[in-house]
């Protein structure tokens, strides 16, 4: 693997984490709006 690849992989990663946390949060706000619906 070539220097390109090895940093074109890291910026990958960093996208991938940067994704899987914001999914998580709209997750998590997705289900308190729910709950906080349901309540009514």
């Given amino acids: 693997m070539d220097a390109s690849m090895v940093s074109q ?3 990958i990663e960093e996208e991938n984490r ?3 946390k914001m ?3 709209l997750s ?3 289900e308190l709006l729910k709950e ?3 309540k009514k």
Avoid: D, T, V
């Fill in 23 to 25: 999914f998580a949060e």
């Fill in 9 to 11: 992989m890291k910026a």
């Fill in 18 to 20: 940067r994704l899987k």
């Fill in 28 to 30: 998590m706000q997705n």
């Fill in 36 to 38: 906080a619906l349901g």
